[in-house]
């Protein structure tokens, strides 16, 4: 079965210091990832995917995520935190076939101190 | 394209009734997801279809909710009778070609009292 984990719930970092949420995935197979962001009574925005390829794979916003088979990892990073990045970040794996559906982990929460 | 598009938007009714959430999907997109978001259990997924056949109803919670799609433009996701523990935010979601993301629509926010 497929499953994500983001083991930080809450990260408060201060605006202009680097950023790093992780997330950790298993799945059987080379998977599809994707890092989303909710802001408060928003629907979800893609931030950036990685299908194959560059494990470093850039995304909108200025984030970045890197695909480390070995680890199972998929960390999203920004060197730089504005105050308009405060939201809720989704880690979530999927496939192909059988395995079309999306499974997210259960969010990071980040907020920025000006 | 306008996106997914749900209605309604809040959603308030009395335990007992029956609550009809809708969904359009992207023009074009085979595959319709529908999650449910709460603060205790996260983003659950409820069930997805593939050109308007369900292939995975494993989250649905009971026999009280279902859905259907019975065209590509649509979709409903019913709950009867409303409890109060239904309460949450429902989301559809639509995706292209597999391997790609996954679009949602703006949710519905559902409290049933």
């Known amino acids: 079965a497929q499953s994500v984990t983001q083991p930080d719930i809450h990260i408060t970092v201060s605006e202009g210091a680097s950023l790093e949420l992780r997330c950790n995935y298993s799945?059987?197979?080379?998977?599809?990832l994707f890092w989303y962001v909710q802001s408060p009574g928003q629907g979800l925005q893609l931030l950036l995917k990685?299908?194959?390829?560059?494990?470093l794979v850039q995304g909108i916003k200025g984030f970045e995520a890197e695909f480390k088979r070995s680890q199972s990892s998929f960390n999203l990073r920004k060197p730089s935190v504005h105050w308009s990045d405060a939201a809720e970040y989704f880690c979530a794996v999927g496939g192909g076939g059988t395995a079309s559906k999306l499974t997210f982990g259960t969010g990071t929460r980040l907020q920025v101190t000006l | 394209d306008a996106g997914v598009i749900q209605s309604p938007r809040h959603e308030v009714t009395e335990m007992g009734q029956e609550v009809t959430l809708r969904c359009k999907p992207i023009s074009g997109h085979d595959y319709l997801f529908w999650y449910r978001q709460t603060m205790m259990r996260g983003l659950e997924l409820l069930i997805y279809?593939?050109?308007?056949?369900?292939?995975?109803d494993s989250g649905m919670p009971e026999d009280r909710f279902s859905a259907k799609m019975p065209n590509a433009s649509f979709s409903t996701l019913k709950i009867q009778p409303s409890e109060p523990r239904d309460s949450a935010v429902y989301f559809c979601a639509s995706r292209g070609r597999e391997g790609t993301e996954a679009f949602f629509g703006q949710g519905t926010r559902l409290t049933v009292v």
């Open positions: 990685y299908f194959s390829g560059d494990t």
């Open positions: 279809f593939n050109n308007n056949v369900p292939i995975d």
């Open positions: 799945y059987g197979a080379t998977p599809y």
